[in-house]
């Protein structure tokens, strides 16, 4: 006697729908994940001491105080300033060096390490020599930013140059092209994405940097209100700047990545992660 064929279930297609939908609304998905998350912290940290842990509702209600007495867009304005400055002048410098290093095998091989060893450098630990050289306000805290971030948009820039294939080059000097002009229309097309890489570990670096410098100098910005908050024991507002450096550095990777898919829209199309 034969045995009856084993039939499965019907697929009514729910899962490949719901993965179609956050495909095409991504902002959905984390949306969703942050709402997941606040949830499970309001849960878990209602029941905790106050001094010690807090919860978003609690955290809410110190963001409306800061708010409403202007304190946290004073310290916001603050922290802008030397971030903006070190790390404009991380990226005025940086770009161009990678350039440099990955176009001349001279420059390469005698400055090329510098740079190395200078990501590799723990720079936290020279701040109290910054500061007896800067002093405690704006350009101790502009060359912290710009020492923090240089490194990686070096680096970044210097390693998408060397990617550029050998061919494309010689295709250029095959045409009589003048070296700015193969590093204009080949070189930095090609090395664009590991460019923009570069920018975009500099910026999460660049506001690390900033928030060090502000509590170490402890005199304003976004991390003096943090220490401030600390030494108060006040959990729930030394949260807000916090959440605030956090936003930052997203807002800075999201434009990032918008300039990148502006002047580089072939990049996505044509690599792994283009889903």
Excluded: C
Excluded at 42 to 55: D, F, I, K, M, Q
Excluded at 96 to 104: D, K, Q
């Amino acid at each position: 006697m034969s045995e009856a064929p084993m039939t499965r279930p019907p697929n009514d297609g729910r899962p490949a729908a719901i993965a179609a939908f956050f495909r095409k609304h991504p902002g959905a998905l984390a949306i969703l994940s942050f709402v997941l998350l606040m949830t499970i912290w309001e849960l878990a940290g209602r029941g905790g001491n106050p001094l010690l842990t807090s919860h978003p509702s609690a955290v809410f209600d110190a963001l409306v105080v800061q708010l409403s007495s202007g304190i946290l867009a004073r310290s916001f304005v603050q922290s802008l300033q030397p971030l903006l400055i070190g790390y404009g002048l991380a990226v005025l410098f940086g770009i161009p060096i990678g350039l440099l290093l990955g176009r001349s095998w001279l420059a390469e091989k005698s400055l090329g390490f510098y740079f190395v060893g200078l990501d590799a450098t723990p720079l936290v630990a020279f701040l109290p020599v910054f500061i007896l050289w800067f002093g405690l306000h704006l350009m101790v805290k502009v060359v912290i930013v710009f020492l923090f971030s240089i490194t990686p948009i070096v680096i970044n820039t210097w390693i998408g140059v060397k990617g550029v294939p050998n061919t494309l080059v010689e295709v250029g000097k095959s045409f009589v092209g003048s070296e700015a002009f193969i590093t204009r229309k080949i070189v930095l097309p090609y090395a664009l994405p590991s460019i923009v890489a570069g920018l975009r570990l500099g910026i999460g670096r660049a506001i690390i940097a900033m928030a060090v410098a502000e509590l170490f100098t402890a005199l304003s910005g976004l991390g003096g209100l943090l220490l401030k908050r600390s030494e108060d024991y006040d959990t729930a507002g030394m949260f807000v700047p916090a959440f605030v450096f956090m936003a930052m550095g997203i807002v800075a990777n999201y434009f990032l990545v918008a300039i990148e898919r502006r002047i580089a829209p072939w990049h996505k199309a044509t690599t792994a992660g283009n889903e």
